[in-house]
Nanobody
Framework: QVQLVESGGGLVETGGSLRLSCAAT????????MFWHRQAPGRQREMVAS???????TYADFAKGRFTISRYNAKKNMYLQMDSVKPEDSAVYYC??????????????WGQGTQVTVTS
């Protein structure tokens, strides 16, 4: 069974930094695209950033210049470095990934989420 486990959330002051981690565990062949999404209370889940296995990345407009997504393929980990955070960045952050489970089957897996709260 494939699992994605996030960590690194918590309380941070406005203007501060936080680093989120996501680890893929279980039995699978490879991890393809990986994503960070977030969801604030009363709002729809939105994409924060994505990164392909080769390292190409994309960002939501609100994340550009402040957040950096990266991954360490050998250990099947992904990270989100959050700098210059704002109160509006407060949300539950989820990692998800397209995972090749077997040669003919891939699936999208989600982590359980990690809470980020930015205090003003």
């Amino acid at each position: 069974q494939v699992q994605l486990v996030e960590s690194g959330g918590g309380l941070v002051e406005t203007g501060g930094s936080l680093r989120l981690s996501c680890a893929a565990t279980g039995s699978f062949l490879s991890v393809n695209a990986m994503f960070w999404h977030r969801q604030a209370p009363g709002r729809q889940r939105e994409m924060v950033a994505s990164i392909l296995s080769g390292g190409a990345s994309t960002y939501a407009d609100f994340a550009k210049g402040r957040f950096t997504i990266s991954r360490y393929n050998a250990k099947k980990n992904m990270y989100l470095q959050m700098d210059s955070v704002k109160p509006e960045d407060s949300a539950v952050y989820y990692c998800d990934a397209d995972i090749m489970v077997s040669p003919n089957y891939h699936d999208t897996c989600w982590g359980q989420g990690t809470q980020v709260t930015v205090t003003s």
